[in-house]
Each structure stands twice: as C-alpha cells, then as structure tokens.
C-alpha cells in the first residue's frame, strides 16, 4: 500500500519522536498482535512505541484491585524490548484519569485506537489524550439513537474501514495484518506473523524446578497439561470432563504413564483442588500461573501434549512449539491455532452449543 494513501500520513509519521496505540487486550489478542507491533517499530525505529491497555472491567469496587492490578499480559508486554512506555493502570476510575493526564504530558503527535468495543468511546478517549494530534480509530455504524456516537467519530482524523474478506476460513492474524496496512502500509507476512514467547531464564528454571518437586521430571509417559478455563462459561469445559478425561487416557495404551497438569486460574485454584480432589486421580498435579505471567509459557513449553479450550492457552501451544488439541464453539473461527500442522481443532456440535458440548469421547478420538 503506497505510503500516502495510508491512514497515518508518510510525513507525520517521518518527523514524528513518537505514537500511542490504545487497545484493549486479552492474552489471546496480544499473542497476534506482538507481531504487528513488533515489525511496526523495525519500520519506523525512530519513534519510541507507546502503549496504552485499557482495562474493560475497571471498576471503584476496591476488592477487585488487587486481581486486575496483576492482570498477567502485562508482564508480557513490560517484558517486549519494542515498547518504550506501557500504561497498565486503568482499572481504577482514579488511576485510569491520573494516566490520561500523563498521556496529556506526553504531547502524542499521533493516537491510533485499535479498540474494537465501544469504539466511540476510545475516538473521544484518544482525542482526549491528544487534542492537537492525528488521530486514527475504529468506527462502527451510528444509529438514529446515537447521535453522540456520531459527535465522537467526528473527532477522529481518519476512520479504519472495515476488514471484509472473501476467504470464509481468515484468521484473526489476517485482520491486525489489514489494521497495520492500512495505518503506514505495513506488510507483515504469513511466516512473520506466527505467535512467539520470549520466556526468560528465570522462568525456564521455575517450570523444571516444578516438575522435580512433583515428581514429573524423570518419567516414563509424556506430560500431558490440560486447561479446561476461558473468560467466559460458554468458551469453559468442566473439571468433571477433565477428571473423566484423565482417566480415559490412563486406560489407554501408551498413555498409561503420563503424567498431567491441569490448569487453573486463580480465582478457580481452591475449587478445582476439590472438585479434582475427589477422583483421586494418579500422577496429576494442579497448576496456576499465580506469581508471572511467562510461568504459563514455561510450563507449557515442557510438555508433549496441550489440550485447551479456545483460550490464550491454545495460541501460547502453537508459541511454544507444542502439539494442541483445541476445543472450540462454532463461533468465532477465526481464533483458531495458527499452526495447522501441530493443532487439531474440536468444535462443538451445535451452532449454539458451549464447549462444554464437545464430549470426553470426541477428544479421546482426537487423541
């Protein structure tokens, strides 16, 4: 895409010391995206990468502070060399105004919003950051009942169009590849833009620490780890599916050694202890990734088999280079793991059902 039909003028971009992206981020996102921000600054090294992660579930609740305040992404991006400034405190009314005033401080010639819910809402959040700069956003259709959605658009200097393709089977890396072209003509091709985790040292040594304290390390069957939590009930599968799952394969040849990990969140780590607890389950161990955020890629790197529901977890696989067996609802197919040699894809049955629809048998099959 020729550099002056693109959204961030060739000039402003050329002259400019630095840019503020604005997005709201799950893990599964960024796993895509590090990429487009990644080749954005090697093509324009002479702009420092702001970024700006807004958190959706801000709240004035202060008992949900301190689980929002450790939201693990952003270990992940504090962590990428390609970022020179990332604001994470957002979860808080008070700390989200204190950070648009330090945004202000920042003077940004240029504000794109990558934001695709409420997109009104982060045009007059940007605009708000940057009254003087160019700002780029996302748009959706106004309305008669919105004319204040209309007001905000109005404030942005150019608008993304919408991502059509006439490829039924697109992958969402096909979208952030379409954003990046169009903002400076970006070209970001299909083998650059397979996920990548960076894990240091450190966490490295965690993972194998770990597996020597629960006996996991020398062992006769392959390491097996399981992740049966997403955001929501309808993308989750059950920890009763998880134990009947457990002992299937035990029962199998060539999986009567194995050794499994089943994830949890936090949040969910007293309740599944118990609920696991009760089938007393042989050489099973309960994981979360309660101190950093680069424990999760560690210990899925150490093992042989992932199975996961469509979750970051199913993009971290394909990050670390393990097999992966996704289970999925029909909506959204775009999510599915990148790397078609090393995924297999379960989807549920029904347009409508959840993923706790995809049975222990079909998985069983799958294996």
Request: proline share 6%; with cysteine; glycine share 2%.
């Amino acid at each position: 895409m020729p550099m002056q039909n693109c959204l961030i003028p060739a000039d402003l971009l050329k002259k400019s010391d630095k840019i503020l992206f604005i997005a709201h981020l799950a893990l599964g996102d960024f796993t895509y995206l590090q990429n487009f921000f990644k080749a954005f600054a090697a093509q324009n090294p002479h702009l420092k990468v702001h970024l700006w992660v807004d958190e959706v579930r801000r709240t004035a609740d202060a008992s949900q502070w301190p689980h929002l305040k450790k939201y693990s992404l952003y270990d992940w991006t504090a962590a990428c060399p390609f970022f020179d400034k990332v604001y994470t405190r957002t979860y808080s009314p008070e700390l989200y105004r204190a950070s648009i005033a330090e945004a202000r401080g920042e003077h940004y010639p240029i504000v794109v919003s990558l934001a695709t819910l409420r997109p009104h809402l982060y045009a007059g959040l940007a605009r708000e950051i940057s009254p003087e700069g160019w700002v780029v956003g996302m748009r959706k259709k106004v309305s008669l009942f919105q004319p204040h959605h209309l007001l905000a658009y109005r404030q942005l200097d150019a608008e993304m169009p919408s991502y059509r393709s006439s490829d039924p089977e697109h992958h969402i890396s096909d979208v952030y590849a379409f954003w990046f072209r169009q903002l400076s003509g970006l070209e970001v091709k299909d083998e650059a833009r397979f996920p990548f985790v960076d894990i240091p040292l450190q966490w490295h040594q965690y993972a194998q620490e770990q597996l020597v304290r629960w006996e996991f390390a020398a062992r006769d069957g392959k390491l097996v780890f399981i992740n049966p939590y997403a955001k929501t009930r309808k993308r989750c599968w059950t920890l009763e599916q998880v134990a009947a799952l457990i002992q299937a394969m035990q029962a199998r040849e060539g999986w009567q050694d194995a050794c499994f990990i089943v994830n949890a969140v936090p949040q969910e780590l007293a309740n599944a202890r118990e609920v696991i607890g009760r089938y007393q389950l042989q050489r099973t161990q309960l994981f979360s990734a309660e101190e950093n955020f680069f424990q999760l890629p560690a210990m899925l790197a150490e093992c042989d088999l992932i199975i996961s529901v469509e979750t970051a977890v199913m993009h971290l696989a394909n990050a670390v280079r393990v097999p992966v067996i996704a289970l999925m609802r029909q909506k959204n197919p775009e999510w599915v793991p990148v790397d078609r040699a090393n995924s297999v894809v379960i989807t549920a049955p029904g347009r409508r059902d959840w993923v706790k629809a995809v049975s222990v048998e079909q998985v069983m099959k799958a294996i």
